[in-house]
């Protein structure tokens, strides 16, 4: 079975500081997509960054950023500068089948004022 | 524009009744995936379909089937409830038959007593 493994459960940051959030991955695909999604308590699952295999440049969407590991199957999230609105669960998805995401289990992330 | 809209937002039902659970995409988008997010888990996908048609299935038991209409907008059915249905189920979007561009509805709580 093709899965996503998301290593640490819970984390926790101080309000303006940066946190790493670690995902692995396995996959027989030479190109396929990368995933981090938020889910504050609202239930609303939404996307904060993306990446393509086939590109060697990580992804950055303003204060989140990804390092992307292709050989070592990892794909991590950087925060920085952390704000309350942050906290969330956090999951990381990779496509699968052109047609489905598998999700990790997920890491619930506090930020500390 | 609306996002993904899912009706109804909460469901109770007995085990062994039937629900039918609907989602609207965002307009333009014929893509409609289902997913399963049991309480402490990552979603799990149970099926997609484009322009009318199937195009994947999750590992799901047969009680589980989906249709999708000619305005895209989609039903997820669950037959013979257990209390193991018990979830979220959330309903995503996309323009294409990949999920590179999916979004996600807020979900339906579904409560199996």
């Known amino acids: 079975a093709q899965t996503v493994t998301q290593s640490q459960p819970e984390m926790s940051v101080q309000e303006a500081e940066t946190v790493t959030l670690s995902c692995t991955y396995d996959t027989s695909e030479s190109d396929y997509y990368l995933f981090w999604y938020k889910q504050p308590p609202s239930r609303q699952m939404i996307l904060v960054i993306r990446?393509?295999?086939?590109?060697?440049q990580n992804a950055t969407e303003n204060r989140f950023s990804v390092n992307f590991q292709k050989a070592a199957k990892s794909f991590s999230l950087k925060i920085s500068d952390s704000q309350l609105g942050d906290a969330a669960m956090y999951f990381c998805?990779?496509?699968?089948?052109?047609?489905?995401?598998?999700f990790g289990e997920g890491t619930q992330l506090t930020v500390n004022p | 524009d609306a996002g993904v809209t899912q009706s109804p937002t909460h469901l109770i039902k007995t085990r062994g009744q039937h629900v039918t659970l609907r989602c609207s995409p965002i307009?333009?988008?014929?893509?409609v995936s289902w997913y399963q997010q049991v309480l402490g888990q990552g979603p799990q996908f149970i099926f997609q379909?484009?322009?009318?048609?199937?195009?994947g299935r999750g590992n799901f038991p047969d009680r589980f089937s989906a249709r999708q209409f000619p305005n895209y907008s989609s039903e997820l059915n669950v037959n013979a409830l257990l209390l193991g249905d018990s979830a979220l189920y959330l309903c995503?979007?996309?323009?294409?038959?990949?999920?590179?561009?999916?979004?996600f509805g807020q979900g339906t709580r579904l409560t199996v007593v």
């Open positions: 990446q393509e295999a086939y590109k060697q």
């Open positions: 998805a990779r496509e699968t089948s052109g047609s489905r995401l598998t």
């Open positions: 307009s333009g988008h014929k893509s």
């Open positions: 995503a979007s996309s323009g294409i038959t990949g999920v590179t561009e999916a979004f």
């Open positions: 379909y484009y322009e009318k048609e199937e195009r």
